[in-house]
C-alpha cells in the first residue's frame, strides 16, 4: 500500500499557509504560485485517471479560493495515486494497459515527485517572503 501521507501533509500545509496570508501577500505572488502548483497537482491527477486525454485546466477562482484550489487538488492526486498503486501489475485501475496510459513513472515515483514540488513551492520566493509579512 502505497502511504500517500507526505504528500497530503506537505499539501495541506501550504494550503493554510495560503489562506492565512493578507492580500497584499497573495498579489505579490504568492497567490499566482499557489494557482500554478495546484494546475500542476490537478494535470497530474487526471493523467493517471483518464490516460490518453488532455488535462483541463484548473480554473483560476480569485486570490482568496486559492489555497483551497490547492488542497482540492493535492487530496484528488492523492486519491488517484492510491487508485493506480491498487491497480493490477502491468495495467491501470479500469484496467487499460500501462503502455497506453500516458503514465511513465510508478504511483511511487510520482508521490516522490509531487511531494518534492509541493516542498519546493513552499520554500519559493514569493512564499516565504510573503509568509514574513
Not at 497530503?8 to 497567490?31: F, I, K, N
Not at 494546475?39 to 483560476?60: F, K, N
Not at 511513465?104 to 516542498?119: D, F
Request: glycine share 8%; hydrophobic share 45%.
Amino acid at each position: 500500500m502505497l502511504d500517500v501521507t507526505p504528500l497530503q501533509t506537505a499539501v495541506d500545509a501550504l494550503a493554510d499557509r495560503l489562506r492565512a496570508l493578507p492580500q497584499s501577500a497573495l498579489r505579490r505572488g504568492a497567490a499566482a504560485e499557489g494557482l500554478a502548483l495546484a494546475r500542476e497537482l490537478t494535470a497530474r491527477a487526471q493523467r493517471i485517471e483518464r490516460p490518453g486525454e488532455r488535462p483541463r485546466e484548473l480554473p483560476d477562482a480569485g486570490m482568496f479560493a486559492v489555497g483551497d484550489q490547492l488542497a482540492v487538488a493535492g487530496h484528488d492526486l492523492v486519491e488517484a495515486l492510491r487508485a493506480a498503486a491498487g491497480a493490477p501489475e502491468g495495467g491501470t485501475a479500469d484496467g487499460r494497459d500501462a503502455a497506453e496510459a500516458d503514465v511513465k513513472a510508478a504511483p511511487a515515483e510520482q508521490l516522490a515527485e509531487a511531494v518534492r514540488r509541493v516542498r519546493e513551492a513552499a520554500q519559493s520566493e514569493a512564499m516565504t517572503r510573503s509568509a514574513r509579512m
